[in-house]
């Protein structure tokens, strides 16, 4: 598991003791920085809170039926309150919300970005628009490993539950943790034990077995050192138009391809990850010659429909496309960025896509391997949007000697 920061940013509004002139503009005031860490209590708030408006309703039925006045109203309430209490114990939303509260953490299945809003309204009640929180949360089973060396991926021996503590509740007393026990305090303190010269950032994987409802399952949390003790990655939210919105909205090739699809419309050639430095490639120049190619390289859909103002941005360089002296047209042409609301992100239909501008200021030089940011692409257009895909579109050609390559990584879309 590991736990994750997201920075938080709350004005506070201030209270007024007399009402405000309608025509005086409003200006937020008194922002302050807070960082939050999830409690025990939190995780049952949250499923509290999502399970609210059927216990709400159960808890009116009651008070009908402890005031019915004949049999038939007593079988008619109690029939309503049987099938309130199905609901709750059948529907996801709420055996997921419940999850969360026996749990006491987060995973693939039950994403933080779904559910931590739930606290942040609850614990922040007035703040100004955009105001942004960085909260900490435990994590488990959910985060990349690819990118993490085998050396840095450990499994606890038995010896090693023993050696935190053999009596009830601790780890030694059973070779195994459980949802009583404050799972990273344990394992921030062995790692400080184990790597006693760690360096800020420094990551670690550990696999633990957990005891679960369903018997004893292995687990794993990714830890990263802050320079005092092992915590883990940092995420926003910001607070935009009454709601709290996790801040990245999509985040891809730094550690692998992931979900990005690679489609070859031309060309044998086609998009591959680098895993030596990390990146994605598409080159249409091959052992000294070159080919006609066209590539896509499309993202997974974001849902934006309650996104304010999403943008863009990734790191890329390109290099040899046939421009001569200063001119960088033919890269211009080459490598192009686009964006579609009705692609199914398994094949190319042109018609579907519409290519966004990269800002001047955004290309690579194309004199050198030096990888450059794109500079922020705004997706306002596409705010209020589902099934929103972006794609990054190669070309070459061989009548033109016009092959380069194009490298990219570090894909962010973001809430401004």
């Known amino acids: 598991m590991k736990k994750i920061n997201f920075i938080a940013i709350l004005a506070v509004l201030t209270i007024f003791t007399a009402c405000q002139d309608n025509n005086t503009p409003y200006i937020p005031n008194n922002v302050v920085i807070v960082n939050y860490e999830l409690t025990s209590a939190d995780y049952t708030a949250i499923s509290n809170a999502i ?61 933080a970005k779904d559910y931590v809003p739930y606290i942040l309204a609850l614990k922040f009640l ?40 053999v009596y009830t509740n601790q780890p030694g007393k059973s070779l195994c943790f459980s949802a009583v026990m404050p799972v990273m305090t344990y394992l921030s303190s062995y790692l400080k034990t184990k790597f006693p010269y760690a360096a ?6 550990v696999r ?22 092992w915590k883990c990655a940092t995420d926003q939210y910001a607070f935009k138009k009454g709601k709290w ?49 066209e590539d896509w390289l499309i993202s997974p859909a974001m849902n934006l429909t309650e996104r304010v103002n999403p943008w863009l941005n ?12 200063t001119s960088t047209d033919k890269m211009h042409k080459a490598i192009t960025v686009w964006v579609s609301t009705t692609s199914d992100g398994t094949s190319v239909i042109p018609s579907q896509w519409t290519q966004l501008t990269i800002p001047s200021a955004g290309y690579p030089s194309g004199a050198n ?22 794609a990054f579109k190669y070309m070459s050609s061989a009548s033109d000697n016009a092959a380069g390559s194009w490298e990219v990584k570090n894909v962010m879309v973001t809430e401004e």
């Open 51 to 111: 399970k609210k408006p059927v216990t709400d309703s159960i808890a009116a039925q009651k008070v009908l039926l402890a005031n019915a006045k004949t049999k038939a109203d007593s079988t008619t309430i109690s029939t309503l309150i049987g099938a309130l209490n199905t609901r709750l114990a059948t529907l996801a939303v709420y055996v997921n919300a419940s999850k969360v509260d026996a749990n006491k953490y987060f995973d693939g299945t039950l994403r």
């Open 314 to 325: 990734f790191t890329h360089v390109g290099r040899y496309f046939g421009d001569t002296g």
């Open 200 to 205: 800020a950032n420094d990551v670690r994987m």
């Open 245 to 293: 919105l996790d801040v990245v909205i999509l985040s891809g090739l730094s550690s692998g391809q992931g979900d990005f699809k690679a489609i070859s419309v031309l060309g044998d050639q086609f998009w591959a990850w680098n895993s030596g430095y990390s990146y994605m490639l598409m080159t249409g120049y091959v052992a000294g010659s070159y080919f006609d190619n």
């Open 208 to 229: 633990y077995k957990f005891s679960s409802p369903t018997g004893i399952v292995v687990q794993y949390r990714i830890l990263k050192f802050n320079g005092t003790d």
């Open 126 to 165: 007035y703040v100004d628009p955009n105001s942004v929180v960085k909260v900490t949360y435990d994590l488990v089973n959910a985060a990349d490993t690819t990118s993490i060396t085998a050396a840095y991926k450990i499994t606890l021996s038995d010896a090693e539950y023993t050696q935190m503590g």
């Open 369 to 390: 391997w030096t990888f450059i940011p794109s500079t922020p692409m705004s997706l306002l257009p596409y705010a209020g949007q589902n099934n929103v895909r972006i």
